[in-house]
């Protein structure tokens, strides 16, 4: 089996053997249905007057704002900053640095891109069970908002990376990404220009391709979180390539 | 005859100012030595160099011919370690541990896991989450972990930490075995001299960062005299 590959599985494996990614899989499949039950079947009046697909994203948004960089810190902080403390991080096997390091980032990646594809799945059965009207088109839509939701969070991922493998002690590492994604909430109030600086402004850029934006602000998005998902994944790599056990 | 390992020159210093220094020692293939020495000496310094787990501030690592820096996949792969942490998960079972393992080596047949469960006498515990094993037991599987994919080098740090009677000489017997059937070289580090006396055939001490090379029974002595002898005149 190919490094990569085998590695991928192993990074994978340990992810999901974990109770927490279980429970976040669990809160990926019953939110949904919760939300619908709660919108549709107990009749608050406010959420009436929303069309149903404004529910989906709504749900969406929970997810990519809330949820998901929750479960990239907790994940990020196990596969770095934790398995440095428990003497694990580099391994004594055919496997290079820069492939170690990639395939760790790509099993967080993985896992994100499950839970988003069971969001979508959630919303789509609970919409079939509980709105009273569904559109074939909002499968598509709400599946197309969760495939774009991927590249904001995978950017987000390698910025956890770097910060997990700046510090050295995992209860640290995590309280240390929550406050600063925190405060990348709260900078853009006092300094609106950093906004399109930081990723957590991204997040929702799903939007923007059901907004009427221009193919070249599409293209200046993508191209933003492409670069910013290589500066970090460089970043995160030469202070990872510079670990020792 | 080949050589398994060479290191030339090696130093790696921390900033304490403890570490080794100029380190070259060469063992050839079906050795078995031992490398002894006081606590902070550096000798799982030295091991962690062998295999890559830390760089050396200088010098040059080979295994088996090709060199450890420039080509760590090739030099990597006929190498087997148990140097610190045990397990790579602890809420998994040593099968799924070493199965993982197993994973980088596809040329390794699947009962080779089990194999080296009934050597380690883990077998009956193969399904057990290893975070629940005591000492003895972690080190065991560590045991099974080095030895895993067949390796023509096997390194391993104080192997003999936290091993009851039964697996003191389940180790002794392992190694042994393996050495006699398949000419694998081993470099242990350990406290237990009389451990190291029943399987080596060459000693490294490593007093204050340096190392000092021995071949086993020379001039009749014991391993323990020839050891306090080089500490005293070191000191």
């Not at chain 2, 340096?210 to 020379?218: G, S």
Request: aromatic letters at 12%; one cysteine or more; a positive charge.
């Amino acid at each position: 089996m190919n490094t990569i590959v085998a590695n991928s599985y192993n990074e994978l494996q340990k992810l999901v053997t974990r109770r927490v990614t279980k429970l976040f899989f669990g809160v990926a499949l019953s939110i949904p249905f919760i939300v619908k039950l709660v919108v549709n079947k107990l009749f608050i009046t406010d959420w009436m007057a929303l069309p149903s697909e404004n529910i989906n994203f709504s749900i969406l948004d929970l997810f990519i704002t809330i949820i998901l960089p929750l479960f990239i810190f907790i994940a990020a902080t196990y596969l770095f900053t934790g398995e440095s403390e428990r003497g694990t991080l580099l391994i004594v096997r055919p496997i290079s640095r820069i492939e170690l390091y990639l395939t760790k980032t790509a099993a967080i990646s993985i896992i994100i891109m499950f839970q988003l594809l069971m969001t979508w799945l959630s919303i789509i059965i609970s919409s079939v069970l509980f709105d009273q009207s569904f559109h074939f088109s909002s499968l598509l839509t709400s599946l197309a908002a969760s495939l774009l939701s991927w590249v904001p969070l995978i950017v987000l991922t390698s910025l956890a990376i770097v910060l997990a493998l700046l510090v050295n002690s995992s209860v640290l590492a995590i309280s240390s990404m929550i406050f600063l994604y925190l405060l990348m909430f709260v900078l853009p109030y006092l300094f609106p220009n950093v906004m399109y600086l930081l990723p957590s402004s991204y997040l929702d850029w799903y939007m923007q391709w059901f907004r009427n934006m221009s193919i070249q602000w599409l293209i200046q998005t993508f191209t933003y979180l492409c670069s910013s998902f290589a500066l970090y994944f460089c970043t995160g790599y030469f202070i990872f390539s510079k670990k020792e056990v | 005859m080949e050589k398994a390992l060479v290191m030339t020159g090696v130093t790696k210093l921390f900033s304490t100012g403890r570490g080794i220094k100029d380190i070259n020692l060469s063992v050839n293939q079906g050795d078995i030595i031992g490398i002894l020495g006081p606590n902070g000496a550096g000798k799982t310094t030295l091991l962690k160099c062998m295999t890559g787990l830390t760089k050396p501030t200088k010098g040059k690592i080979e295994l088996f011919g090709i060199n450890l820096d420039g080509n760590f996949k090739m030099a990597i792969r006929p190498i087997g370690a148990l140097i610190g942490a045990m397990a790579v998960a602890e809420n998994m079972t040593p099968y799924q541990n070493l199965k993982m393992s197993a994973r980088f080596y596809p040329e390794i047949p699947k009962t080779a896991i089990d194999a080296v469960l009934q050597l380690t006498g883990l077998f009956q515990h193969r399904n057990e989450k290893i975070s629940t094993f005591s000492m003895g037991m972690k080190q065991r599987f560590g045991i099974a972990s080095a030895l895993l994919a067949k390796p023509r080098l096997v390194i391993l740090d104080e192997p003999t930490n936290g091993l009851d009677i039964e697996g003191l000489l389940l180790l002794r017997q392992a190694i042994q075995e393996v050495a006699r059937q398949s000419g694998v070289t081993f470099v242990i580090s350990s406290h237990h001299l009389s451990e190291l006396e029943q399987l080596c055939n060459r000693y490294c001490f490593i007093i204050n960062g340096k190392a000092q090379l021995y071949e086993a029974n020379i001039n009749g002595q014991s391993l323990e005299e020839v050891y306090v002898k080089a500490v005293e005149a070191a000191n």
